[in-house]
């Protein structure tokens, strides 16, 4: 199984405040959407409660969320208490390319597990502030290919370019 991470970043490193994203880009939540439907996602139990309910879980996709809350309860969602049982949860369905989604921690703890194998990256041509980071500085190490460029128009607020890179 391909373990990948997406995520839309800014110049900062910035990719959220006060549990919710810091941008509206609708082309690249389109990309999102189609990268991502008919796969297992895992998202941190942050993120996740970060979708509006009426989204969530994501349609056409095996929600998987990760907490350390054993009474935690998610309907309609897989909920699993580490890093380790969440991919072993999509593997054991058969997913080929299961998707980490987010939050920070959860973006964090996949990539020092050594564990990603490829990352959908989108750059967000913007600075703004906020409280939760990628590390775009360990990016330089992968073999990196331009999937897509957009400039900044009525459906999103800033120009962004989506990169996918794979591990060497
Ligand atoms: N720009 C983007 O692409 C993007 C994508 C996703 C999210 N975001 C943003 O990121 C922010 C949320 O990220 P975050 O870092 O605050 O939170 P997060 O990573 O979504 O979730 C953190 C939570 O996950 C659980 N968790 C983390 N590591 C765990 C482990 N090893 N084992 C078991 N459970 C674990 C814990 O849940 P419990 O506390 O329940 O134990 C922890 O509090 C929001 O602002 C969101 O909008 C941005």
Redesign the pocket.
Known sequence: MLISLI???AKNGV???N???VWKLRDDMQFFASTTRGHAII?????YE?IPERFRPLKDRTNIV????RA?VAPGAVVV???EAALEAAASSGEEEVFI??????YA?CLKSGRVDRQYVTHVDAEPNGD?FFPLEGLGSWRVETLMQQESNDRNEHAFVVSRYDRL
């Open positions: 995520v839309a970043v990719i959220g405040n549990n919710d994203l998202t941190g139990r942050k993120n970060s990760v907490t350390r809350n935690y208490h580490s890093l989604i987010g939050g920070g921690q959860i703890e939760t």
